[in-house]
C-alpha cells in the first residue's frame, strides 16, 4: 500500500506529522484553546445578515484587499492595544496561521533560517519547514521565560532571517516584556538585518499590555493576533498583523489572488460590530484562567504563570510522568492537552461548570497517585 514516505515528497517532509490535537467525544473539552462561550444571538443574527448581503455578489470576486475589514481591525487595535494604526498597518488572512506562512514565504525560504524559543507554537517551526526555511531552536530558562543573553548569543551566531516571539507563549502561557523584545529585536537588527515577529494570539488575555506599540520606528517589527481566541470565532479562521505599511506590501507579493472570501470578510465585520460583548466574555475567561492557577496550586501542582486563556501545569514525574494524568483525567471525562513538555499538561479555562469539573479530575487523580 502506498504511503506519504512512498511518493517523491521533501526531504524535510518525509517521516513527519501534521500538526493537530486530539478531538474526543468527552463531557469536557479543555484542549484546543477555544473560547467556550457560543456567539451571542444578536451577533448570530447580524453574521446572517451580513452573509446575505455578501451572497446577493457571490458572482463576483471579494475585495482581494479587505480595504473595509482591514480598517475595522485597524480601528480595533488603536482603541484595544494602545497606540494608533491604521489600515496601511493592517493584513488579514485565514487564521494567524496563513498571516505567518505569508510572512515566511516573504521573509524566509530557501536559504533563509528562523529561530523561536521552544517550547512554544509548534506550527511556527511547521510553517517554517513547510516553505523551506531552516528552523533554530533557541534556549528558554526553567522557568519557561527567554533566556535574553543565550537568546541574543545565538541570534549574532547563527545570524537569522527571522526570529519568533510568541507572547503570551503557547503551551506555556508566559508573557514577554517589551524590553526582551527590544533586546532580541537590537541583536537581529545587528546580525543582518532580520524581521520579527511577536505572535500575540493569546494577547486579549494578558494582564500586561499589547507589545503593539513596539513597531513604532521599528519596520522590520511585526504583530500578528488572530480573532479565533478572543472574538470566540475560531470556526471563522481570520487573522491579522500590524506593521509598517512596507510589511503590508510584502506579504501582497505571496498572497493567494482573492484569499479572503467575502463570507469571511462579512462575518469579521459582523463580529466586530459586536466587540464590547466579546471582551466581556473574555474579562470572565480571565478570571477563571486566575482560578485554575490559584486551586491548581493549592492542591500541590507547579503551574507556569499564565497571561493566556490556558494554564500550564504538573509536575509529574511519577510512573507514566504527565502522559499517565492525562490519560486518567480522560477517564474521568475530561481532556487536556499533552504537549510534550515534560511532566506537565494545559489546560484552556473553560465555563465555570467546565472548569469545577476539571479540578474535580484533578484532585481524585492527585489522590489515586498519592495512595
Known sequence: MTGIDDLPIRDELRGKSPYGAPQLDVPVRLNTNENPHPLPEALVARIAERVTEAARNLNRYPD????????ELARYLTRTAG???????????????????????????????????????????????????????????????????????VIAERRPHVVFVCSPNNPTGTAVDADTVLAL??????????????????????????????????PNLVVSRTMSKAFGAAG???????????????????????????????TALAALEHTDTLLGYVRQLKEERDRLVTELRAMGCEVTESDANFVQFGNFDGPGGAHAVWQALLERGV???????PGRLRVTAGTPAENDAFLDAVRAVLKENNR
Not at 481532556?335 to 513538555?341: A, K, M, Y
Request: proline share 5%; net charge negative; no cysteine.
Open 236 to 266: 471563522l479562521r481570520l487573522g491579522y498583523l500590524a506593521a509598517h505599511p512596507a510589511v503590508v506590501d510584502a506579504v501582497q507579493l505571496v498572497r493567494l489572488p482573492y484569499h479572503l472570501s467575502a463570507v469571511t470578510q462579512a
Open 335 to 341: 481532556l487536556v492537552r499533552d504537549n510534550g513538555v
Open 185 to 218: 529585536y537590537a541583536a537581529a537588527q545587528a546580525a543582518r538585518p532580520a524581521m520579527v515577529i511577536v505572535d500575540e494570539a493569546y494577547g486579549e488575555f494578558s494582564h500586561r499590555p499589547s507589545l503593539l506599540p513596539l513597531i513604532d520606528g521599528r
Open 64 to 71: 482581494r484587499d479587505a480595504v473595509e475589514l482591514r480598517g
Open 83 to 153: 497606540h494608533e494604526v491604521t489600515a496601511e498597518n493592517v493584513w488579514a488572512a485565514n487564521g494567524s496561521n496563513e498571516v505567518l506562512q505569508q510572512l515566511l514565504q516573504a521573509f524566509g525560504g530557501p536559504g533563509r533560517t528562523a529561530i523561536g524559543f521552544e517550547p512554544s507554537y509548534s506550527m511556527h517551526a511547521l510553517i517554517a519547514r513547510g516553505t523551506g526555511t531552516g528552523w533554530i531552536s533557541g534556549p528558554r530558562n526553567d522557568d519557561f521565560t527567554i533566556d535574553v543573553e543565550a537568546a541574543k548569543a
